[in-house]
């Protein structure tokens, strides 16, 4: 029997139970909108805005497919961190994270005080970026890009550029769905601390008894999740409790509406 660290066993009631695969989640068409660098004036965009409140107020996430970001890009960004996360741990590990900057690579992150079966290298869609401290002097981070890919820093850079647009056209669409003007949460949005985290979950020889991250909301504003054709999220269904898988859809982003909107819309 294989020693198995006691820091990744979750919980017996949270541990990876029978995959309910999941139906009737949200799958959102973006066509009316689908050039990232066009306005909201098209044709069925009221359809559109009613999809979305929809999806927020009784889900909280959903799909989008036709979305108008690139899927070579997708591809450039994921085959770069395979290579990335392919390398040795010492590899990696010259770009860790430490105390005073969080962005690089890290391996041993923490959800609900279990250890999460994954490791995950963060950078910033500004950069750098200014970070308060909790009243004490403002704090600057910076990226760190490893040597290897070469092609990692490039690919990196040119997604975020278009996961930016994108998330602020979703932005777009809430607000009208709450009856707002397009742009109306824009604004809170112009000095942002955004980020973008590429993950790892390498071949557990327990799954019965971790997961690659555990139960969590997303405190953010937006999360835009891709996922490959290998899949694993899973999400609490409100209407009885349950833990469902939701199967992969070619080409789509997973949209999670996280607790900033929440509490944007209660202000506007």
């Not at 970001?69 to 961190?81: F, G, M, T, V």
């Not at 590990?93 to 959800?111: A, F, I, K």
């Not at 970026?129 to 990196?156: H, S």
């Not at 942002?192 to 997961?211: E, G, M, T, V, W």
Request: aromatic share 10%; with cysteine; net charge negative.
């Amino acid at each position: 029997m294989v020693e198995f660290d006691a820091a990744f066993i979750q919980g017996i009631e949270h541990r990876p139970k029978e995959i309910i695969i999941a139906e009737g989640i949200p799958l959102i068409d973006l066509s009316p909108v689908s050039s990232l660098d066009s306005v909201l004036d098209s044709q069925g965009l009221e359809e559109l805005v009613e999809e979305i409140g929809d999806a927020c107020n009784k889900w909280g996430f959903f799909q989008v497919i036709n979305h108008g970001a690139s899927y070579d890009l997708r591809q450039k960004i994921e085959n770069a961190s395979r290579k990335f996360f392919a390398q040795t741990i010492e590899e990696k590990r010259r770009v860790r994270r430490d105390e005073v900057n969080p962005l690089g690579y890290y391996d041993t992150e923490h959800t609900k005080n279990v250890r999460d079966w994954k490791e995950v290298f963060d950078f910033s869609v500004q950069d750098p970026i200014q970070m308060p401290d909790f009243g004490k002097e403002v704090q600057t981070w910076t990226n760190r890009w490893p040597e290897y890919p070469p092609e990692l820093r490039e690919a990196c850079e040119e997604y975020a550029g278009e996961m930016e647009k994108l998330c602020f056209k979703l932005l777009e669409l809430i607000s009208l769905s709450l009856g707002l003007a397009a742009n109306r949460m824009n604004a809170f949005f112009k000095d942002q601390s955004s980020f973008i985290r590429l993950n790892h979950y390498p071949p557990c020889p327990s799954p019965d008894l971790a997961l690659g991250v555990g139960r969590h909301k997303d405190g953010g504003a937006l999360t835009v999740l891709a996922q490959d054709e290998v899949g694993g999220l899973e999400v609490k269904r409100r209407t009885d409790g349950e833990w469902i898988r939701v199967k992969p859809t070619p080409n789509a982003f997973i949209i999670n509406v996280g607790d900033i909107i929440q509490i944007l819309s209660t202000m506007c």
